[in-house]
């Protein structure tokens, strides 16, 4: 199995920055693609950033500029620095992995439970 976990959310003013983690752990082969996608309320999911194994990355253009997303492929660790926050940046963020598993051919995605940014003055 494989577990995903997000942490480092919480409520920031505007202008203000936050560092989200989001760690990979078990049975993992390889992983992918590691990406953040954000949902606020009465919102559709939507992808915020991604970044490739071979270090690609793409981001929504809403977040260019002010979001950098990193990982530490020793640690299956993924990173979304935010800078410059806005109250529309205000959702829920959650983590996902596309990854090979140990002794299973193919992809699998999975997703963190989330982890809640909250911008506001």
């Known amino acids: 199995q494989v577990q995903v976990v997000e942490s480092g959310g919480g409520l920031v003013q505007p202008g203000g920055s936050l560092r989200l983690s989001c760690a990979a752990s078990g049975s993992i082969f390889r992983i992918n693609v590691s990406g953040w996608y954000r949902q606020a309320p009465g919102k559709e999911r939507e992808l915020v950033a991604r970044i490739h194994s071979g270090g690609t990355t793409n981001y929504a253009d809403s977040v260019k500029g002010r979001f950098t997303i990193s990982r530490d492929n020793a640690k299956n660790t993924v990173y979304l620095q935010m800078n410059s926050l806005k109250p529309e940046d205000t959702a829920v963020y959650y983590c996902?992995?596309?990854?090979?598993?140990?002794?299973?051919?193919?992809?699998?995605?999975?997703w963190g439970q989330g982890t809640q940014v909250t911008v506001s003055s």
């Open positions: 996902t992995a596309r990854l090979v598993r140990t002794g299973v051919f193919g992809e699998s995605d999975w």
